[in-house]
């Protein structure tokens, strides 16, 4: 068993930044690829980001160059950095845990998920 909880949602101005984390906790933590998603109000679970066991790193193209994935200085913490946020980030951010996830794009390939934490980006 994995457990995931996440920090660090809020409200930030366009063009500002926010650090989620997620913290892992469980005797196979490391075990896991991680992995972001988010979901807006009335729209499907997307894809954010993902850093493998590995710690190959994959963003999706609606996010790169702004948002950036790394652990921090514990293994089991995994940060997602956002910069520039645009109002079209808003959701509600997801990490998630999985093990070689057959499809790294798909919600469904994930066994474990945190709570959530809301973003939102307004003036």
């Known amino acids: 068993q994995v457990q995931l909880v996440e920090s660090g949602g809020g409200l930030v101005q366009p063009g500002g930044s926010l650090r989620l984390s997620c913290a892992a906790s469980g005797r196979t933590f490391y075990m896991y690829d991680r992995a972001w998603f988010r979901q807006a109000p009335g729209k499907e679970r997307e894809f954010v980001a993902i850093?493998?066991?590995?710690?190959?790193?994959y963003t999706a193209d609606s996010v790169r160059g702004r948002f950036t994935i790394f652990r921090n200085n514990t293994a089991n913490t995994v940060v997602l950095q956002m910069n520039s946020l645009k109002p079209d980030d808003t959701a509600v951010y997801y990490c998630?845990?999985?093990?070689?996830?057959?499809?790294?794009?798909?919600?469904?390939?994930?066994?474990?998920w945190g709570q959530g934490t809301q973003v939102t980006v307004s003036s």
């Open positions: 998630a845990a999985g093990r070689d996830p057959p499809n790294t794009f798909s919600a469904r390939s994930y066994n474990y």
């Open positions: 850093i493998k066991r590995d710690d190959y790193r």
